[in-house]
């Protein structure tokens, strides 16, 4: 078969490019990767100063904006943090990644309310987002609402029965209950229990839940 020398130009010019974007993509993953073990080594000023100068040429990427948010929440500076996590949702209104972040971060700034608020936000644009949740169950326990938090951390587990804090909580606001309170059948207190042990080695290996912990993804 022939092929004009035109055409091979083009196609040799369409692979040149390919291979160029796959090559891209590539060293940018590492290069987020390396950033993300800065965040978790905790140098998180070192963490911000690389994401400011790579926001330079990616002023709306929504996975450099969340990074730099969570390190700035995660040195107390929330004023700022706040005005980068609303800076990615203005991007994108619906990303349940910076609701949930919003979310944290009133929590971290003892706002209980507001964070209600942006954990039901992130709900309603993601009714199964991983532990939005859990984190009102944590609310709602704090205001000693244990029945709904109960119900919260039970919805949890629906979502994901892999959720070792979820289990906890929901086991010993169960195990600490009234008599009259609300019962549960028999299999599933056993499902609790096997849950709960079968989690105990990720449950105290895990760190004080934070920003670290959430969302950089997917």
Partial sequence: MHISGRKLIRYTTLCVCAAWVALASLACAAHIEAVDRTIRDGRYAEAIAQLDKDLISRPNDPDLILRKG???????????????????LALDPKAP?????????????????????????????????????????????????????????????????RCAKAWQRWYLLKSSAQDGGERFSIPLILLAIGATAAGLFVLFRQKKLDEKEIECAK
Wanted: glycine content about 6%; aromatic content about 14%; proline content about 2%.
């Fill in 97 to 161: 990644r910076f609701l949930q972040n919003l979310g944290l971060l009133c929590m971290r700034e003892k706002k209980f309310d507001e964070a209600e608020t942006w954990f039901k936000k992130t709900l309603a644009v993601r009714p199964w987002h991983p532990e939005a949740n859990f984190h009102l169950g944590v609310i709602y326990e704090g205001r000693g609402d244990m029945k709904m938090a109960m119900e919260y951390y039970k919805r949890e587990l629906n979502q994901n029965a």
């Fill in 70 to 88: 969570i390190c700035q929440s995660m040195l107390k500076r929330y004023a700022d943090a706040r005005a980068t996590f609303e800076m990615g």
